[in-house]
C-alpha cells in the first residue's frame, strides 16, 4: 500500500473537456459500508463501494478481525458480519496506509470489543493527531498507548463493557464522531455526541440503516446524536452514491478549461457534502444538477458542467466542514477568477494527509500564482480566465487531492506541471487519469 517508487505524471493542456463521467462511489460511506456489514448478524452486500487504497484497508482490518468480505464484480462487495460484540482479536498490526478515516474509525470500533489492535500507517498517516479520538475513546474505558503527540504507531485495549459517555466535539470533525458512536454500538446504555457544527452525517444515516436506536435532536447548543447500545444491526443492501469530492476534481476542471461541458453522473449531494457547489456558484459557475434522485438513502443527481468566467469570492468560512477536502481544488478555481479569492477558517486543513493551506500555497506559488498563506486559509489573486504559468514540479506529498488538484492546474498552465508522484491518487480514484484521458485525449506538448 506504500508507494515505493515515485510515479511522477506531466499534466498539459489537452483543450475543452468534453463528454460524461461516473465518478466513483464515496470514500466516506464505502468505508462505513463495509464497518456496519461486518457487525451485522448476516450477509450484506455492497454495490458501487469505492476500490480506492484507504477502502481496501478498512476491508482487509475488518478481515483479520473476523468478517468475510469478498468482492463479487466491480464495485460489487459482500460481507459476512460478525455481529456487535462479535470482533476477533486480529494476529499482528493492522496497517492503515494512507487513511485517517480507517484508523479513526476501526479506533472506535476496537474501543469497545474485548481486542487489543495495534495501528500502523505511512509517513503521512503516522503524523496525523490521533488525541482527538484518544481522548473519548479513554473516557469510555478503552486503553490506548500512542507514539509522541498522540501519533501512530499506537495501540488500542478494547474494554467490555465500555462506559457511555456524552461528549461534545471540540473539532468539528465527522471522524471523531464517528468513532464516538462506532464505540457506542457495543456499549451498554446510551452514548451521545453533540456538534456545535454540523458534519457530515453519514454514519448517524447508515447506522439507522441497519437497525440501529439512533436519534438525532436539534438543540441550542448544536446536533446532539444518541445511540442506544449492544444492538443488533440487520444486514442491508446497500448502494453507495458517487463521491462529491471526487467530483469536484471534474466540477473545477470544466469550468476553468475554456470551452469545456462534462456530464458528471451519480454525485452524491448531501448538504453535509455539498459546500463546493455552493463556492463555485458563488463564483459564477455553469452547474446545472439533473434527474435529482435519491441513492442508498442519500440525494444524488448528475452535475452538468460548463466552461464559465468565474469571479473571486469570499468563501464563507460556515461552508467549511461541508467542503473541508474540496479547498485543494478550490484554491486551484480560485486562481483563474477574476480577482481575489479569500478562504479562512479552514484550519483542519493543516492537519489532512499533508498540510494542505502549505502544501497549496507552495505548489501554486511555483506554478506562478500571486497568493498570501494564512494560519487558516489562502487568499489568492486570479488570473481572470488566463493559463497560469506552470513549467514546475510539485510535490504530492503523499496527498492523493494535491495530486489531483495540481493535474486540473495542469490542463490550463502555459507550461507543463510535473506532479513528482502521482500514486497516491490510488487512495481515493484510481481511475482517475484515464477519466481524464477520457474527458481530454489529446495531450497537447506544452
Ligand atoms: C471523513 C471526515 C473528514 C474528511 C475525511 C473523511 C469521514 O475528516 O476530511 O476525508 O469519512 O468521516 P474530519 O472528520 O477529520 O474532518
Redesign the pocket.
Known amino acids: 500500500m506504500s508507494h515505493v517508487t515515485p510515479q511522477p505524471w506531466h499534466v498539459s493542456p489537452r483543450g475543452a473537456l468534453s463528454g460524461s463521467v461516473r465518478v466513483p462511489g464515496d470514500?466516506?460511506i464505502s468505508?462505513r459500508a463495509l464497518m456496519l456489514s461486518a457487525l451485522a448478524v448476516g450477509e450484506s452486500r455492497i454495490d458501487g463501494l469505492l476500490e480506492g487504497e484507504d477502502v481496501l484497508a478498512t476491508a482487509a482490518a475488518l478481515r483479520r478481525m473476523g468478517a468475510t468480505i469478498e468482492r463479487e464484480g466491480e464495485g460489487r462487495w459482500r460481507v459476512h458480519g460478525v455481529g456487535v460484540g462479535g470482533l476477533l482479536q486480529p494476529e499482528g498490526a493492522l496497517d492503515m496506509g494512507n487513511s485517517?478515516?480507517s484508523t479513526?474509525l476501526l479506533m472506535g470500533l476496537v474501543a469497545s470489543h474485548g481486542v487489543t489492535a495495534t495501528f500502523t500507517g505511512d509517513a503521512s498517516l503516522s503524523k496525523r493527531p490521533m488525541n482527538r479520538v484518544i481522548d473519548p475513546l479513554a473516557q469510555m474505558g478503552a486503553d490506548i498507548t500512542s507514539s509522541p503527540g498522540g501519533r501512530l504507531p499506537l495501540m488500542v485495549r478494547g474494554i467490555v463493557p465500555a462506559v457511555p459517555i456524552r461528549y461534545t466535539l471540540p473539532v468539528?470533525?465527522?471522524?471523531?464522531k464517528?468513532a464516538v458512536l462506532l464505540a457506542g454500538l457495543n456499549t451498554p446504555g446510551i452514548t451521545q455526541v453533540l456538534e456545535p457544527v454540523s458534519?457530515?452525517d453519514?454514519s448517524e444515516r447508515m447506522l439507522a440503516g441497519f437497525g440501529a436506536d439512533v436519534t438525532v435532536e436539534e438543540t441550542s447548543e448544536g446536533r446532539l446524536i444518541s445511540i442506544r447500545g449492544e444492538a443488533e444491526l440487520k444486514p442491508q443492501q446497500i448502494v453507495v452514491p458517487g463521491d462529491p469530492?471526487s467530483a469536484a476534481f471534474w466540477m473545477v476542471a470544466a469550468s476553468v478549461v475554456p470551452g469545456s461541458d462534462v456530464l458528471i453522473e451519480n454525485v452524491g449531494l448531501n448538504s453535509t457534502r455539498a459546500g463546493l457547489l455552493q463556492a463555485l456558484r458563488m463564483m459564477g459557475a455553469d452547474i446545472a444538477e439533473q434527474d435529482a434522485r435519491t441513492v442508498g438513502g442519500e440525494p444524488v443527481a448528475d452535475l452538468r458542467v460548463r466552461h464559465a468566467a468565474l469571479v473571486g469570492i469570499e468563501v464563507p468560512p460556515a461552508l467549511a466542514p461541508s467542503m473541508?477536502?474540496e479547498y485543494p481544488v478550490l484554491f486551484v478555481a480560485a486562481a483563474f477568477a477574476q480577482g481575489r479569492t479569500v478562504a479562512r477558517g479552514a484550519e483542519?486543513l493543516r492537519v489532512?494527509e499533508s498540510d494542505r493551506i502549505a502544501a497549496m500555497a507552495t505548489a501554486l506559488s511555483a506554478c506562478g500564482v500571486t497568493l498570501s498563506e494564512h494560519e487558516d486559509g489562502l487568499t489568492i489573486e486570479g488570473s481572470g480566465g488566463e493559463p497560469i504559468a506552470g513549467g514546475t514540479t510539485i510535490a504530492s506529498l503523499l496527498d492523493h487531492r494535491i495530486a489531483m488538484s495540481l493535474a486540473v492546474a495542469g490542463l490550463h498552465a502555459r507550461r507543463a506541471i510535473t506532479i513528482d508522484d502521482a500514486g497516491p491518487i490510488a487512495t481515493s480514484y484510481p481511475t482517475f487519469r484515464a477519466t481524464l484521458d477520457g474527458l481530454a485525449p489529446a495531450e497537447i506538448a506544452a
Request: net charge positive.
Open positions: 470514500k466516506s468505508h485517517g478515516t479513526r468539528a470533525s465527522a471522524q471523531v464517528s458534519t457530515r453519514h469530492s473541508i477536502d483542519e489532512k
